[in-house]
């Protein structure tokens, strides 16, 4: 039958995406299902470019979010190498390199961090504007020092470890503040931005911005070049058991039969599974600069989340311009709080950065993530692959970068042995027509 599927993948998301062709790739008769007329065009297409190699989350006392972004990077070595435009490998002296290469996914332009000293304005206590100010304070003020240590130590390793000996997941988080060097620590400049810089160090560390786009590309070139299928403004209904071991799909378009059903569709997932108590959609906003006001990748690091804020420089069409993120969440259905920490966003926004005038093009969007979670107040960066019923399955990326990670412990998961770490690339494909920009990229060339 011709709509018949061993997998049929509902949500065209880079989770969604990147399974579909993991599972192509190794063999299967996959389609993916996307409700848009682009794949990646709600969150996979709403972040601000930010691959993550674990530096960020290294300040986390616990080490499981730097030992699951760090494993990621070696998911990717391991199984997508083939890929021309994936740039990371290792030397002959076993560091980690970043290939400047046509089409890189991974742009070789360290994200520097730009980090507040106890003796910073943020911990001064007399400033407290309450009781709960006051002891938040002072317990920062105590154990900052620790965290920042544990955080250079985990850079230092991470950029000295030998990725040809042990499993670097397993071996970099375990550093800590006993490993602490001065080494990599640097001055800061305050060309661009507005700050004490008295009361700051500059660190550089081993995240890198991205360039999306190619990677999206490239996993659908793959997908189709080994007989995988995708299904866009394409909606799903509903499911049923037509026998133990196939499903019967419904969409908008045509009904479709599977041996099994994978869901990605982020923020919508809770829509199609009977658990949804356990899913939380988050959304944060992202401030939208042009021309750029900074060529630096920045963040502000201080554990106030209020006074955290990234930087990241993007160009699209030769345009240059800033997407700048800070700590701010709140829930996706709660309208008050996300308009409060949009307009703060903006508001810290236009005290850092020095380069902002009456002319600059100034804009804001949210962006949304899903996270299954653990326990009330608790933020879950890590993927999620969870069979909710026999054969029917959610996966979650927790980030863009995690995906990869997520569609192989999926497969894995799923079939019990390792998917195919071997593609055959049609480069003549043309699929332009399955990929749009970045949201952040579209707002600027409309501003134009």
Known sequence: MENKYDVVIIGGGIAGLTITELFSRSGHNVLLIESKDRLCSEASGSHHGWFHFGSLYSIFP??????????????????????????????????????????????????????ASRNNEDFNIMKSINIISFFQKLFFKL???????????????????????????????????????????????????????NSHFLLDGFDRPMNPINIIKDLIKSLFSSGG??????????????????????????????????????????????EKEKFSVMASPLVVIYPAVSTQHIVRLTPFVDKTINHLHHEINGIKYSVIGGGYVAPANDDKKINEIEKKLKEITLKFFKNIDKNSYIDSYISYKTELIKSPGERNYQYIVKEVKDNIYTVIPGKFTLSFS??????????????SNKIYLNESLNVDQYVGNMRHADMVLLSI
């Open 62 to 115: 616990k080490n499981n979010f730097m030992r699951t972004l760090v494993g990621g990077l070696e998911d990717l070595m391991n199984y997508y190498s083939d890929f021309e435009g994936m740039n990371l490998s290792i030397n002959n002296s076993g560091k980690l390199n970043v290939n400047k290469i046509k089409n890189q996914w991974i742009r070789d332009e360290p994200i520097s961090y730009l980090v």
């Open 143 to 197: 154990t900052w020092e620790f965290s920042l240590k544990q955080f250079i130590s985990r850079h230092n390793s991470f950029i000295k470890y030998n990725w040809k000996k042990k499993l670097a997941s397993k071996e970099i988080p375990k550093f800590n503040w006993l490993n602490y060097s001065k080494k990599y620590i640097g001055k800061p400049s305050k060309n661009d931005f507005n700050f004490n810089i």
């Open 229 to 274: 299928k995708i299904e866009l403004n394409c909606t799903y209904k509903n499911y049923k058991k037509i026998d133990n071991d196939l499903f019967e799909i419904y969409t908008s378009k045509e009904n479709y039969l599977a041996k099994k059903i994978i869901f990605t569709s982020g923020k919508n997932l809770k829509n199609h599974l009977h």
């Open 406 to 419: 997520a569609a192989i412990d999926c497969y894995k998961k799923i079939y019990k042995k390792d998917p």
